[in-house]
T-cell receptor, first 117, second 110 residues
Framework: AAGVIQSPRHLIKEKRETATLKCYPI?????VYWYQQGPGQDPQFLIS???????DKGSIPDRFSAQQFSDYHSELNMSSLELGDSALYFC????????????????FGPGTRLTVL | AQRVTQPEKLLSVFKGAPVELKCNYS??????LFWYVQYSRQRLQLLLR??SRESIKGFTADLNKGETSFHLKKPFAQEEDSAMYYC????????????FGKGTTLSVSS
């Protein structure tokens, strides 16, 4: 079965540069979540989208923005990169329109490892 | 404040021994609780959720609202259970994000 795809797998940038991370959800999934996992840390929620609209916002810095496109893929844009942005960025997706009690399972991608030098 | 606490960073057991990974949560309301597992070099996968009350790969977890706990248990650990385990919660509302604990590394050796 198709899983969540993230691109690129690894990315190395320098301070003050920009980066764009892409997430392709499982076909028919309409909701996308972005999480950031720093070294030795738990995943922290950044932002989510449902039907191309932002649905929830977590600890996303103002330097970051994201959007969901008509084909439901999502991009996380990161500007003025800082050393502290080095982390594993996970994307997760779910099919919200088939919601039911307990149907809150999110399917995770393999992550993009961003290193800021 | 919503919080998930996994007090053990590392749990090391021998094969065949019982395992209990602890998870406590703080939440004002009725949360959904999950256990996610991450095997080496693989993505996060859902292992269990409290709503379904199922046993996966021999693991079970019971939600104890009085103690606000959702401990993960397995009577006989296997080497292939070695992985990072995350306890997570979300609001009982469609589309809400997960709040993760810091994770517990389970190491099972023979």
């Amino acid at each position: 079965a198709a899983g969540v795809i993230q691109s690129p797998r690894h990315l190395i940038k320098e301070k003050r540069e920009t980066a764009t991370l892409k997430c392709y959800p499982i076909p028919r999934h309409d909701t996308v979540y972005w999480y950031q996992q720093g070294p030795g840390q738990d995943p922290q929620f950044l932002i989510s989208f449902y039907e191309k609209m932002q649905s929830d916002k977590g600890s996303i810095p103002d330097r970051f923005s994201a959007q969901q496109f008509s084909d439901y893929h999502s991009e996380l844009n990161m500007s003025s990169l800082e050393l502290g942005d080095s982390a594993l960025y996970f994307c997760a997706s779910r099919f919200r329109r088939q919601q039911g009690l307990g149907d809150n399972e999110q399917f995770f991608g393999p992550g993009t490892r961003l290193t800021v030098l | 404040a919503q919080r998930v606490t996994q007090p053990e960073k590392l749990l090391s057991v021998f094969k065949g021994a019982p395992v209990e990974l602890k998870c406590n949560y703080s939440y004002s309301g009725s949360p959904e609780l999950f256990w996610y597992v991450q095997y080496s070099r693989q993505r996060l996968q859902l292992l269990l959720r409290h709503i379904s009350r199922e046993s996966i790969k021999g693991f079970t977890a019971d939600l104890n609202k009085g103690e606000t706990s959702f401990h993960l248990k397995k009577p006989f650990a296997q080497e292939e259970d070695s992985a990072m385990y995350y306890c997570a919660l979300s609001r009982r509302q469609a589309g809400t994000a997960l709040i993760f604990g810091k994770g517990t590394t389970l190491s099972v050796s023979s």
